[in-house]
């Protein structure tokens, strides 16, 4: 199976547990006004590669993984490609690597259900907290995202949830208070990151002649994401792992 690849990361250390190896997929169809990737955006980009072709350059950064590391599919929108990410994954798990998908969850369908069985982790960005934001700021639906993410509690599979802040736009206590309602019922989600809003994307937009649409709004400050962390609620603080036990074949 063919896929096409924006970039790689072979250290990464923010998208998921431990040390991994990020895949950036080409290719989404949400509109987000902060995006930092606008280049992943068209479908047709990026470089063919097939599932093999790549697991054979991760392979190679496996002792690096360690317990907790692994392999993350983010994008773009990975579930715009679930038969290419699920054969990836279906291979890392063959050697017991660790997988994750990091996704804003707009996409539901056989394949992609088929995919999250071969899912050990998902990042879930929960990009606004109501319909109507979430369709000014990213073109996309609330709804998709939360019927994603009553599938992934279904099945058990535990969830970071990750909300951008942007100063001005969602960066108050009710903001807040609005995405623990939003994560309340769902307790596979057992870590929530709120991460600031940056402005180092200007470039990428300038060259492909693309508006920048929140050029107006500022860089978020660190001790905004300091004074809201604390009211956070994380519904999975109890969780126990995923029901039916833990996909990973490493443990
Ligand atoms: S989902 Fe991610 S890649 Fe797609 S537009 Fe939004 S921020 Fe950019």
Redesign the pocket.
Same mark, same amino acid.
Request: aromatic residues 8%.
């Given at each position: 199976m063919m896929g096409r690849i924006h970039s790689v990361e072979s250290f990464g250390s923010v998208d998921g547990p431990g040390i991994r190896y990020v895949v950036f997929l080409q290719g &989404?169809p949400?509109? &987000?006004a902060? &995006?930092?990737?606008?280049d =992943?955006?068209p479908l047709a980009g990026g470089t063919e590669m097939s599932a093999q072709e790549l697991f054979q350059k991760i392979r190679r950064y496996k002792p690096y993984f360690g317990e907790e590391g692994g392999v993350t599919v983010s994008?773009?929108?990975a579930l715009l490609q679930p038969e290419f990410v699920r054969e990836l994954f279906l291979l890392c798990h063959s050697e017991g690597i660790n997988t994750a998908l990091d996704t804003?969850g707009c996409v539901l369908g056989e394949a992609v259900l088929a995919l999250l069985e071969e899912t050990d982790t998902v990042l879930l960005?929960i990009?606004m907290t109501t319909e109507e934001a979430y369709a000014t700021y =990213?073109g996309g639906s609330l709804a998709a995202t939360m019927a994603f993410l009553q599938e992934l509690h279904r099945r058990g599979i535990p969830t970071w949830v990750r909300q951008v802040i942007v100063e001005g736009l969602n960066d108050t206590p009710e903001d807040i208070q609005a995405l623990n309602a939003l994560m309340a019922p769902y307790d596979n989600i057992v870590k929530v990151e709120l991460l600031p809003f940056h402005k180092l994307c200007r470039s990428k937009y300038e060259k492909l002649g693309i508006p920048f649409r929140f050029d107006c709004y500022p860089e978020t400050r660190e001790a905004t994401i300091r004074r809201l962390q604390p009211a956070l609620v994380l519904p999975g603080k109890q969780y126990k792992g995923r029901r039916g036990g833990c996909l990973n074949r490493s443990k």
């Amino acid at each position: 199976m063919m896929g096409r690849i924006h970039s790689v990361e072979s250290f990464g250390s923010v998208d998921g547990p431990g040390i991994r190896y990020v895949v950036f997929l080409q290719g &989404c169809p949400l509109r &987000c006004a902060y &995006c930092h990737n606008p280049d =992943t955006w068209p479908l047709a980009g990026g470089t063919e590669m097939s599932a093999q072709e790549l697991f054979q350059k991760i392979r190679r950064y496996k002792p690096y993984f360690g317990e907790e590391g692994g392999v993350t599919v983010s994008g773009g929108e990975a579930l715009l490609q679930p038969e290419f990410v699920r054969e990836l994954f279906l291979l890392c798990h063959s050697e017991g690597i660790n997988t994750a998908l990091d996704t804003s969850g707009c996409v539901l369908g056989e394949a992609v259900l088929a995919l999250l069985e071969e899912t050990d982790t998902v990042l879930l960005d929960i990009k606004m907290t109501t319909e109507e934001a979430y369709a000014t700021y =990213t073109g996309g639906s609330l709804a998709a995202t939360m019927a994603f993410l009553q599938e992934l509690h279904r099945r058990g599979i535990p969830t970071w949830v990750r909300q951008v802040i942007v100063e001005g736009l969602n960066d108050t206590p009710e903001d807040i208070q609005a995405l623990n309602a939003l994560m309340a019922p769902y307790d596979n989600i057992v870590k929530v990151e709120l991460l600031p809003f940056h402005k180092l994307c200007r470039s990428k937009y300038e060259k492909l002649g693309i508006p920048f649409r929140f050029d107006c709004y500022p860089e978020t400050r660190e001790a905004t994401i300091r004074r809201l962390q604390p009211a956070l609620v994380l519904p999975g603080k109890q969780y126990k792992g995923r029901r039916g036990g833990c996909l990973n074949r490493s443990k």
